[in-house]
């Protein structure tokens, strides 16, 4: 069974930053395209980065485009979103995903994805 935790999120003021990181286990399964999320509340899950397994490709929503960076290490089995310039309509719960025996694209649509993190809250005070 395949699990993802995410880790990271609280509380900020408007312009600050935080960072958010996922693992998933079992370890062999870091190396899966993966994703991150964001949902507001009574909204729709919305896509807000991805990356390749290998890290070498990454793609961004344009609300994040030059805020966020999405990373990970495959050595510690972890994956990253540097999140800086942090915006009141940033605040949302943030879910990482990844895509069993996908490794050379990247995917933006929540159904391409086939495991789920618990979500962690990010609120971004202004």
């Known amino acids: 069974q395949v699990q993802l935790v995410e880790s990271g999120g609280g509380l900020v003021q408007a312009g600050g930053s935080l960072r958010l990181s996922c693992a998933p286990s079992p370890r062999a399964f870091g190396s899966a395209a993966m994703g991150w999320f964001r949902q507001a509340p009574g909204k729709e899950r919305e896509f807000v980065a991805a990356i390749t397994g290998s890290g070498s490709g990454t793609y961004y929503a344009d609300s994040v485009k030059g805020r966020f960076t999405i990373s990970r290490d495959n050595a510690k089995n972890t994956m990253y979103l540097q999140m800086n310039s942090l915006k009141p309509e940033d605040t949302a719960v943030y879910y990482c995903?990844?895509?069993?025996?996908?490794?050379?694209?990247?995917?933006?649509?929540?159904?391409?994805?086939?495991?789920w993190g618990q979500g962690t809250q990010v609120t971004v005070s202004s």
């Open positions: 995903a990844a895509k069993s025996g996908a490794y050379y694209r990247t995917y933006v649509r929540a159904t391409d994805y086939d495991y």
